[in-house]
């Protein structure tokens, strides 16, 4: 039985891309484990890549291959920001000088031991008020999504910015840190709340919420607010420090930054990394032409929910400089964690996808979908010798179940722009 194709892609034996214009080649083998190399451009680092993969299918091997080869052509202008969710990249790649945001004593600016400082998020320009807003509505979004109550989170949200903004506006910059923030919350009472709240006229029409000591509500404001930030502001992160994500993006000097993800208390702090590469993203868009590269690498993506500005970042970032690398085990994870809407957007803003052996037919269904449809005749001998063979029209995709099925551990299918759908089997990282 042969198939032959009247109309559009099929899988390819070869790389198709050109090296023209090359920055860099990935070196692999194709399925006659013959050695090939995959170029890859600026033109294809900007419009993103997507990896996608099941557990133990060679997923993270790939992104090192990429990471490393990227770091090679990195100039004092890029920066490179790596979301760790085990430790491996900061083992692989880890410099003397890149800085580090993790719960642990390998949290640095580069030089010396430092931790990240919620305020110099907030002070870095003049948008003070605009910029703690965001931040608080950050820290608090899971809460006002699980909640039945949304008057309690919503009024110590409120509550919080209004702490945030009076040590912002306050003379003595060493109170300006995370640890004083934890100290005050963990003070807070009544009493001492409406007093703050009385020096800012601007914040004074919160003093409802807490001005009642006696008062179901106002107990509730105050345990949901030292609640809510007891359970962000730990360790590290409740720490004297000076390291705001957004100056680091603007210093860029050719580094990586490493956010380790504490898989003891990951689910805690889920907000806090959902908000440093907010705020990085935020950053590479703020500027109005390319001063650079930042690169964006996310493996597990679906650990950082419902970021803001992901969505502007993957389909308005590329003028910008910002280039995203990111990996997920299954569509269904990056559909949960975003909405089938918003998730359908963000996922169509990556040209370049590289499927792995996948195990759910969801996953399987988004990548054939993805690279389309054929029209083929099927050659196959009739029942009865005499009648030779039979020709059957039919419609396919180009990508089978099988084809990805079928896939080899390190081996993936490549969809990459205009070019057709081929096979690329990584080189081992070593």
Known sequence: MADQILYGDRIVPNVPVSMEGARFALIGTNQADEPIAWPISMDTLSKHMLFLGAIGTGKSNAMNNVIRSVRGTMTNQDIMLVFDTKGDYYKEFYR??????????????????????????????????ENATEIVKTIFADRLERTSQPFFPNAAKDLLLAIVMHLCRGKQDASKNNEVLLQMLQGATSQRLVALLRQHPDMSG?????????????????????SATRELLVGNFARNGSMSMRQLIRKKGGKIIFVEYDLGIGGVLTPIYRLLFDLAIKEALCRTRNEGNVYFVMDEFSLLPQMMHIDDGVNFGRSLGARFLIGAQNIGQIYNAYGEDRASSLLSGFTTTICFRLNDGRSREFFKELCGKNGRITSYAAAVRSKGEIDQY???????????????TGEAIIHSGQYPPFRFRFKKFE
Not at 105 to 121: M, P, Q
């Open 96 to 129: 003397p000088g890149d800085i580090v945001f993790s719960n642990d004593a390998r949290a640095t600016n580069g030089v010396d031991a430092d931790y990240w400082n919620l305020f110099g998020e907030i002070t870095i320009d003049g948008q003070w008020l």
């Open 206 to 226: 919160m003093i409802p919420y807490v001005q009642d000591p006696k008062s179901g509500q106002t107990l509730g404001v105050i345990s949901e607010l030292q």
């Open 394 to 408: 039919r419609e396919a995709y180009v990508v089978e179940d099988h084809d990805i099925a079928n896939l080899r």
